[in-house]
């Protein structure tokens, strides 16, 4: 009688002792209530870092594609607002001081330079993405490395907060 009560309490019809639905309707309230338990344990697991890594990864290519293929708004896009680019001579801090900047970049009709992530990593939280790699010029040489520094938004999307290259060394000796 204890059970039927329970079943009762979860919202299931109280049956009559010794009918024959009974066993069926609370095997079938037992699968539900596991499958249920189940589904919100997945949904409860965290998801890696290397599974946020990933989703860091695939927004650097984006953010690199949309400045090949002169994209400037869907490049613009993933700014964060408060998003800071060290350039070589000065800081551009805030997104509408980032737009004005790199507005420069969009002008020729193939990019000065491009770049690709090669290492990429979240934190245990997987709301902070670091990527770095190379960038290259027109020739394909490669010029400098990027750093960029990624926040996860509350809908899952990523914007970039930081961003800041070096010169290689090669490209400073070559120049002398």
């Not at 009918?19 to 596991?34: E, G, K």
Request: charged share 20%; hydrophobic share 45%.
């Amino acid at each position: 009688m204890k059970r039927l009560r329970f079943v009762s309490k979860l919202g299931g019809t109280p049956l009559a002792v010794g009918s024959p639905v009974a066993p069926a309707m609370l095997n079938s309230s037992r699968s539900m209530r596991r499958n249920l338990c189940l589904l919100l344990l997945v949904l409860a697991l965290p998801v890696s870092a290397a599974d946020r890594a990933e989703e860091v990864r695939a927004t650097e290519i984006a953010f690199a594609k949309a400045f090949a293929d002169r994209d400037a708004k869907q490049f613009f896009l993933y700014l964060a607002d408060d998003a800071q680019f060290l350039g070589r001579r000065n800081t551009m801090r805030g997104k509408q001081e980032v737009i004005t900047g790199w507005s420069e970049f969009f002008k020729p009709a193939v990019a000065p330079f491009r770049w690709q992530p090669e290492r990429v990593v979240t934190n245990a939280a997987g709301d902070l993405g670091f990527s770095s790699g190379p960038v290259f010029d027109e020739a394909g040489v490669q010029i400098g490395t990027f750093t960029s520094t990624w926040v996860r938004q509350p809908d899952g999307s990523w914007r970039i907060l930081f961003d800041g290259g070096s010169v290689c060394p090669t490209t400073k000796q070559s120049a002398q």
